[in-house]
């Protein structure tokens, strides 16, 4: 199973648009080579150069074993017409409803949040092929996410893209 954008190269610098510093949208995500007996599939984002390690930036779940990737700009909504599901950020954990990030963009705390660094940092957007649908409500956590999916991963695939500030 692999996992692309075409917003960016593996390794390479997620652009402006995507980050706290502009408009905070979702990148356009693609994958391919999903597992016969897939029931869906969970994508989650991190950052492991956080302090301390591994600030969620997304969770979503319970994508249809059909899907081919999201589109650019998923809305900030717990629930999507196809059946995904988009759980809680780590922005949740220390910002307040209405707030929004240095390049105006308000921060969702559910759905995507794009990287905010002071400093360069590696963002790792991790897709597993699960075979099951999880029994999780909207806005579940990356842990809940996690738990719910422990022995259920029939593939997994990553893209890791980076992100330095001008600040």
Do not use: K
């Not at 949040?113 to 963002?123: E, I, M, R």
């Amino acid at each position: 199973m692999e996992i692309s954008s075409g917003a960016f190269e593996p390794g390479g610098e997620i652009p402006l648009q995507y980050t706290c510093d502009g408009a905070n949208l979702s990148p356009p995500l693609e994958w391919s080579g999903v597992p016969e007996g897939t029931q869906s599939m969970a994508l989650l984002l991190d950052d492991p150069d956080s302090e301390p390690p591994g600030f969620v930036h997304w969770v979503v779940y319970n994508i249809p074993s059909t899907s081919e990737g999201l589109p650019e700009g998923v809305p900030a909504e717990g629930s999507l017409p196809d059946g995904t599901l988009q759980g809680t950020n780590d922005f949740a954990l220390f910002v307040g409803e209405g707030e929004t990030f240095p390049g105006g963009a308000l921060i969702n705390r559910m759905g995507y949040d794009g990287p905010c660094p002071g400093n360069p940092h590696g963002y790792i957007f991790a897709l597993y092929a699960l075979d099951t649908v999880l029994d999780l409500p909207a806005e579940a956590t990356m842990a809940q996410v996690l738990e719910a999916m422990e022995g259920r991963i029939l593939a997994q695939a990553e893209l890791t893209g980076v992100y330095s500030p001008a600040r």
